[in-house]
């Protein structure tokens, strides 16, 4: 087997940094994670092979902390440095130190990313390349008159978008002249905040639009290949919730004409390794280029199941080390379907507020055609500091039918005790008749909402009754008992503790 | 033991036995044989009239609830207990109540000014958390006696933000 590094350090944490280290396990990669205070007995902690702690609980001063990170790759003796998605993945400056560094960065070069993360600068890219774009502003506008002034001629409702942008901060859809001051001004803000660039673009906002993306593998010989689609419309407050692939609405000839233009976005731009280039896809099924995500994607999974397994991080390390890519498109051919769902540790009942706190007890799901990602186990404490994104779980069947009844019994079975997750709420939308039509775009979640948290009323409330009845019951008993010893024999002797217990019927 | 459960104007009354094997409960007049094992992880496996259910409860008198993927939460009290309570008074969400950040986080946003009156369920003050944005509503109808923060503050896990009386 090929094995361009014998360690890698991956500047992650979570389940995306487990992920990337089964593939080096099986590649036969050392493996060195970082980890912040929070995160000492986190999983992927405990999968590596040597951990160094990177710093104190917040990002900025831990999993963002460049200096640190290169420091702990040399030290450590690691040839190259995977980045996962979200932190430092898409930061041009952390490629370039490890580069000085004489590291390998698992990733695009620097300049890709930067072409493609200045949002304006990559339409402006993708336009001269012949990639069509959703029509708006070139460039950024300064003066709100003139942004008004610009909306009116496109017509409402528009998009506004921060130009240094991404993950849905500093958008908003405004959809009369009335709402467009206030707007303005929000996602200016917003976009200061979050990018400290408050520069602002215009987008004509497309009706019904479904959110598509292409996966694309690029080598640094000059070999661009496409593995299909990947259909990311449920989505709330911009976030994907429920990914699937093939897309409903995506024929093979419209496969094959996204994927050519995914992979000419990516060779614009001198692209290496793997990416994501997202379309918006308008109710006649035309398509424009949104963005492209220079890294793994959260949902990548999906891919990998309906490409005969294919395993995306393996071709990253290969690409990263100079291999040639060892597929062709010819040999592309996605079969079956593949779902996913992402548990979040968040309350659907109380306005999705994160639930960090104890698992007390986990029991993943299995069976034919589920795979799980994890980043937790029983006993762990979710911390509060990051994305309460736990795992994502996946169903893969040879039919769309099948893999989402696949993904439902597996949603059925994951158990997750101590805190509460969206578990139950997935299971509702994946029974909305939108959803199982195959018919919805981004608007669905929102359209939706009120049906689902309806559906989640009521259920199996006598149950829960009479369980908490006999909880209370069981511990007032018990601790009836414990206080019929005396403390000597409490303490003397567990086991004679036990067998007394158990003599009245009951376990400790 | 007889316990009673209330949530919102809801309420049940549940009488609970056990002859060293099974538990026979009855809620609401309706008798029910139940064969429960607490299982790891405070996780109980319940066998209701033979239907088998896996459930997850958690608190003392305040409980959550957890079956099938949908989430419970009611107050429960053994009848000693619900005496005691009743006669002092302290039993529902009366008086001064105080909305507080369930988590470290900065307050993005407050919906209510002072003096203001709200509904029960009312979103009272944004607070960011977890790159979320989490709207914290009122425990009970009322009005805005105080509010302890300004929008943009960065706030400690219960840290008291709005009073409501």
């Known amino acids: ?508 | 033991m007889r316990f009673t459960a209330t949530h919102g104007e809801a309420t049940h009354e549940i009488d609970v036995t056990f002859d060293g094997e099974r538990y026979t409960v009855t809620l609401d007049g309706q008798k029910h044989e139940v064969d429960a094992l607490l299982l790891e992880g405070n996780i109980w496996s319940l066998l209701i009239d033979g239907k088998s259910y896996e459930v997850d409860v958690e608190g003392e008198e305040e409980v959550t609830v957890r079956v099938r993927g949908r989430v419970h939460r009611f107050r429960i009290l053994d009848e000693r207990r619900m005496r005691m309570r009743m006669a002092s008074g302290a039993f529902s969400a009366e008086g001064k109540q105080v909305v507080r950040a369930p988590m470290p986080g900065k307050v993005v946003k407050i919906l209510v000014r002072e003096g203001d009156s709200v509904e029960a369920e009312q979103g009272v003050v944004v607070v960011e958390a977890m790159k979320m944005e989490n709207e914290l509503r009122a425990p009970k109808a009322g009005t805005v006696k105080s509010i302890a923060v300004e929008e943009g503050a960065l706030v400690e896990g219960q840290a008291a933000l709005v009073v409501i009386e």
């Open chain 1, 1 to 508: 087997m090929k094995r361009p590094f014998k360690k890698i350090l991956v500047a992650n944490r979570g389940e995306i940094a487990v992920r990337v280290m089964r593939t080096c396990r099986e590649m036969g990669i050392r493996t060195v994670a970082i980890y912040s205070d929070p995160d000492r007995a986190s999983l992927h902690v405990r999968y590596a092979g040597e951990a160094y702690r990177v710093g104190p609980a917040p990002s900025r001063e831990s999993y963002l902390r460049i200096d640190k990170i290169v420091e702990i790759a040399r030290a450590s003796g690691a040839e190259a440095v995977h980045p996962g998605y979200g932190f430092l993945s898409e930061n041009p400056d952390f490629a370039r130190a490890l580069e000085e560094a004489g590291l390998v960065l698992i990733g695009p070069p620097a300049e890709s990313m930067e072409a493609m993360g200045e949002k304006t600068r990559a339409r402006r890219q993708m336009i001269a390349a012949g990639v069509p774009v959703v029509p708006g502003t070139e460039d950024p506008i300064e003066d709100e008159a003139q942004a008004l002034e610009y909306a009116r001629s496109i017509g409402f409702p528009v998009m506004l978008k921060a130009a240094a942008g991404g993950g849905g901060k500093g958008m908003r859809k405004v959809d009369t002249e009335e709402a467009f001051p206030s707007a303005w001004r929000g996602a200016r803000r917003e976009a200061a905040s979050s990018f400290s660039d408050d520069r602002v673009y215009i987008e004509k906002f497309l009706d019904k639009p479904r959110h598509v993306e292409i996966q694309v593998l690029a080598d640094a010989h000059g070999t661009v290949i496409h593995l299909g689609e990947r259909e990311c419309s449920v989505q709330r407050r911009h976030q994907k919730v429920i990914e699937e692939t093939p897309s409903p609405i995506v024929d093979a000839e419209m496969r094959a004409r996204m994927g050519e233009v995914a992979r000419q976005a990516a060779r614009a731009v001198g692209y290496v390794g793997a990416g994501t280039v997202e379309f918006l896809v308008d109710a006649d099924r035309n398509f424009y280029f949104l963005e492209m995500n220079t890294r793994l994607q959260v949902e990548h999974p999906i891919t990998e199941m309906v490409n005969d397994g294919v395993d995306l991080v393996r071709h990253q390390i290969l690409i990263a080390g100079g291999e040639k890519l060892s597929l062709q498109q010819e040999e592309i051919a996605p079969r079956g379907h593949a779902i996913e769902a992402r548990i979040y540790a968040e309350d659907p009942d109380r306005n999705f507020m994160p639930t960090p706190g104890a698992i007390t007890y986990i029991r993943q799901p299995g069976g034919p055609g589920i795979r799980v990602d994890s980043g937790v186990y029983s006993g762990w404490t979710v911390p509060m500091y990051y994305d309460p994104m736990i795992a994502k779980l996946c169903a893969r069947g040879p039919d769309r039918e099948t893999a989402i009844a696949r993904l439902d019994r597996a949603l059925s079975e994951y158990l997750i005790a101590g805190i509460t997750t969206n578990i139950g709420w997935l299971r509702r939308v994946l029974a909305q008749p939108q959803f199982v039509s195959g018919d919805y775009d981004t608007g669905f979640l929102d359209q939706a909402q009120e049906a689902i948290a309806a559906s989640m009323k009521g259920g199996k409330e006598e149950v829960a009754l009479i369980a908490a009845a006999i909880a209370s019951y069981d511990r007032q008993r018990r601790l009836a008992v414990r206080s019929t010893f005396s403390p000597s024999e409490h303490s003397g002797s567990k086991w004679k503790l036990l067998g007394r217990l158990r003599t009245l019927g009951r376990g400790v």
